[in-house]
Each structure stands twice: as C-alpha cells, then as structure tokens.
C-alpha cells in the first residue's frame, strides 16, 4: 500500500508585494507561514509522518514543504518535483510514486492541478473533486496499483480543520 498526501501551498505575498514582480518568486506571508506550521502541528497529531515531502520548484511550495519537512520528518531533503508546478503532467505524478520506495509520500502543489490530480487517483465511479484551500491536505491510499482511478480518497481536510486538530488534542489531554 502507498499513501499520498497532496497539499496545497500556504498562504503567499500576492504579486507587487514585497516588490516580486514574478508569480514564481512569491513567497508565503508571514501569516501564510504560521498557519502552516499549525497545519503540520494538526498532520503530526493525525499521525501524518510522510518518508519523502516533494514540493513544486515555485517559492511559496517550496516553503510549505520547508515548514512540513520541518514539522513531520526533519531529516528528509528537499525534493523538487517539476510535475508539481503548475499545469504538471499527472502521468508524471504517478510515475514518480511509482518510483519511489516509501510507503508514504507528502507532495505540496497548486490548484488547480491538485484538484485534478486528486480527481484522477480515484475510479470515476467514485470520484469526488476538492477543491483545495491553501495549506489544505487530501489523503490518498493506493492498495494494489499506482495509477489513474486506482486510488481512494481517505479524506481531505481544510487548514481550519487541521489546526482544529490541535485545539481538540489540548481539550482532550486537560480533561
């Protein structure tokens, strides 16, 4: 069995500020970037420990992935994934899963190429599109092949429901 775990990049600087001038130069916000660190605070109380985070080469998902590698498995390099950028092939998607020995794998995207992408893991009879919120994660299980419509959606959850999880965590251990 495979899992991946697609995310959307957090929450950037918008085009002009900062002076970036090109959408492949915007980095997170400073808000863009805590909210991600919650996010992989609420993956790591789900039990999300992916083996390899992979990452478009643009900023703003290459520093999502920075902060996830951060929180969920800090010795892991960084892994640029060029089919992650946006307009990426899905055939390369599932090509590289295929190639990659871990059982578990965390890829950091763009919409809306992750909803796509999320959309063809799973058999069209079942196939349910998301539509991801920045730093929002879907969870997808492959049982016997990596390939389109050969997936399942386990779930997906907002950045909200994510550091909600923390939030539940807290309650629960002071009780």
Known sequence: ????????H????????????RDFDRPLSSRGAVKT????EGLLALGVKPETIGSSALVRARETADILREGLCPDQPEVICDFMAPGGASASLFNWLKSQPESSVMLVGHMP???TFTALCQPPETR???????????????ENQIGA?????E?????????GVIDETDTT???
Request: aromatic residues 10%.
């Open 1 to 8: 069995m495979k899992t991946l775990y697609l995310v959307r």
């Open 10 to 21: 957090g929450i950037a600087l918008d085009l002009g500020q900062g002076g970036i001038t």
């Open 37 to 40: 660190r919650a996010v992989a």
């Open 113 to 115: 190429d992750l909803s």
């Open 128 to 142: 349910q599109w998301v539509t991801f919120k920045k730093a929002g994660c879907a969870c997808i299980r492959f």
């Open 149 to 153: 419509g050969c997936g399942e959606l």
């Open 155 to 163: 779930w997906y959850r907002s950045p909200s429901e994510l550091r």
């Open 173 to 175: 251990s002071s009780s």
